[in-house]
């Protein structure tokens, strides 16, 4: 495909009407995760889909619709998480421990000094 | 240390995933950025602004792209996950199209990129298949009240790109001047296309 029309800097046509597709930088990592397992065919689209259909119609039973607070990419990596343990390639307590793990890593780990 | 489960960073929480698919060599990180800059930078609502643009200057192309829009979209190069079975919408006098998914956010991804966030909030979700009219005009968009409306509820099966009405005074414009001033909000349903 062939670009015609400029597609970068601020003349663009529509791309996004001024909103970032991702608003903070874990929301890309989760969406990336999702399209890529479905890819590689770790899980169909409509597996990931109907968890996170459930994610979200728990949020929103739990918090009611016009709380501003809903968050979708939070819903979507616990889709995600959701869709691998039934696929049985994450067991239920493996995000949780690795995420301890990293917690405890001291202040400034990912900067060299 | 440990943290309850609900109150997980998801910034923290991702990266935990992303660590141990990568070691279990599930993920390619590589793969998966390629992933995320095709959606970032390439993928967007430009597609669809280039669909609606030919339908509405090669009135073959506009019938070929409402009776199989799938093939149609196929044939400008727009293809891909989220794009298996698009049907189009044509935007007339009689009727105002404008497209939801009550459940969770199934979008056209090939010819509009990823769902801006108010298509994806709960309240939009709900409120504009209860009540339409009102919910446009909120977002600025009052449909004459002699104009039906039709809300068409996206699923895994069935995604929808709404055709809007050419602006009048656009006669003289070729199809690239006419993708400039097809905004998203147009091709969902929400907004019309204006040539100011």
Same mark, same amino acid.
């Given at each position: ?113 | ?56 200057? @090669? !009135?073959? =192309? #506009? %019938? ?10 196929? +044939? /400008? &190069?727009?293809?891909? *996950? ?5 049907v189009?919408l ?9 497209v ?8 056209p ?11 994806? @909030? !709960?309240? =939009? #979700? %709900? ?10 005009? +909120? /977002? &600025?968009?009052?449909? *004459? ?7 068409w509820?996206s699923?895994?099966?069935v995604r929808y790109l709404v ?34």
């Amino acid at each position: 495909m062939t670009a015609l029309l400029d597609t970068d800097g601020p003349g663009s046509p529509p791309r996004d009407n001024g909103e970032l597709v991702f608003a903070e930088p874990w929301e890309s990592r989760a969406f990336g995760m999702a399209v890529a397992l479905a890819d590689a065919g770790a899980f169909t689209w409509d597996a990931f889909r109907d968890r996170l259909i459930a994610r979200i119609a728990r949020w929103e039973a739990e918090h009611g619709v016009d709380n501003p607070s809903f968050r979708y990419y939070r819903c979507w990596l616990r889709a995600l998480e959701d869709v691998l343990v039934s696929a049985g390639e994450l067991a239920p307590g493996d995000v949780l421990n690795r995420s301890s793990t990293l917690a405890e890593r001291p202040a400034g780990h990912d900067h060299d000094h | 240390m440990s943290i309850p489960p609900d109150r997980i960073p998801p910034a923290l929480r991702t990266e935990a995933l992303e660590q141990l698919l990568t070691e279990r060599g599930l993920v390619d990180p590589s793969v998966m950025e390629r992933f995320i800059a095709t959606y970032e930078r390439d993928v967007g609502p430009l597609n669809g602004a280039r669909v609606v643009a030919r339908a509405w200057t @090669d !009135p073959g =192309y #506009r %019938a070929a792209l409402l009776c199989d829009g799938t093939a149609a979209i196929e +044939e /400008m &190069g727009f293809s891909g *996950p989220q794009g298996e079975h698009i049907v189009v919408l044509e935007q007339s006098e009689e009727v105002h199209h404008v497209v939801v998914c009550t459940l969770c956010s199934c979008y056209p991804w090939p010819v509009l990129g990823l769902p801006p966030s108010w298509y994806k @909030d !709960p309240a =939009y #979700r %709900a409120r504009v298949v209860r009540e339409p009219r009102t919910v446009l005009s +909120e /977002m &600025g968009l009052d449909v *004459p009240p002699e104009r039906r409306i039709e809300v068409w509820d996206s699923s895994a099966e069935v995604r929808y790109l709404v055709l809007p009405q050419r602006p009048a005074g656009t006669g003289s414009w070729d199809a690239d001047a006419l993708a400039g001033i097809v905004t998203r909000d147009a091709m969902v349903g929400v907004a019309e296309v204006s040539a100011a």
